[in-house]
């Protein structure tokens, strides 16, 4: 059994949990509310900004030249992805420049882009790798159970057809052939940091959906 596939067992009960998270749900049949989108947009533009830079960083760890453009080109199109965020959702469903400069990251996205950028500095190269996947490949099945869920004239549809789309899916199969090759070298104490810190990103994946949907902020700290 390729690493990946084991990564994916183990994890199978958590990726259920957040395909049936009602954030999703709601987004499939068009009746999550704005607010709470919105408030998704924000802290997801927020967070890619972190990810592209802990992309670079396996850029800069990575054991192969090829595995240096794979992941170089990732942190790039994170950015790329972010600002579309700004130009078109945000846009789209009026959320202002000065809003989303003045929103902070919650606790959810805090807790997150800690977790990806302390594992980025401190853990070896599989490691990284690891704890980056589950915002690939989460993504991309749960952008695939949406998708064929969606109903007509979904006002979301433009978010969920980015993360459903072919060249979006084509980028995952790509991280995973690469995990699963770096994973082909490593010692047993090495694949379980990789197994610890993939669940730890997917339960991350959880919260912060989790979060948007009932637009969390700090828990009783938003105001000291």
Not at 23 to 29: D, K, P, S, Y
Not at 82 to 88: C, P, V
Request: one cysteine or more; hydrophobic letters at 45%.
């Amino acid at each position: 059994m390729l690493f990946s596939q084991e990564l994916w067992q183990r994890n199978l009960n958590l990726y259920q949990k957040i395909l049936d998270l009602p954030f999703n749900q709601e987004l499939a049949n068009g009746t999550l509310d704005k607010e709470a989108f919105c408030h998704y947009v924000i802290q997801d533009a927020q967070y890619l900004v972190a990810y592209g830079r802990v992309l670079a960083v396996a850029a800069a760890k990575a054991f192969e030249a090829d595995d240096i453009m794979q992941f170089s080109d990732a942190a790039k199109i994170a950015i790329v992805v972010e600002r579309s965020l700004h130009d078109d959702f945000m846009k789209n469903f009026g959320v202002t420049k000065e809003e989303f400069k003045n929103t902070p990251l919650t606790l959810a996205g805090h807790h997150y882009t800690s977790f990806l950028t302390a594992t980025a500095w401190s853990e070896s190269y599989p490691v990284v790798l690891a704890a980056l996947l589950p915002c690939f490949w989460i993504y991309a099945e749960v952008g695939k159970d949406i998708v064929n869920k969606s109903i007509p004239n979904n006002p979301y549809q433009a978010w969920i057809d980015t993360y459903a789309g072919e060249e979006f899916h084509t980028a995952v199969r790509n991280v995973i052939a690469t995990v699963d090759k770096v994973a082909a070298r490593c010692d047993a104490d090495t694949l379980e940091k990789m197994h610890a810190a993939y669940t730890m990103g997917a339960k991350l994946e959880w919260l912060f959906w989790d979060s948007a949907y009932h637009q969390r902020q700090w828990l009783g700290l938003d105001h000291i």
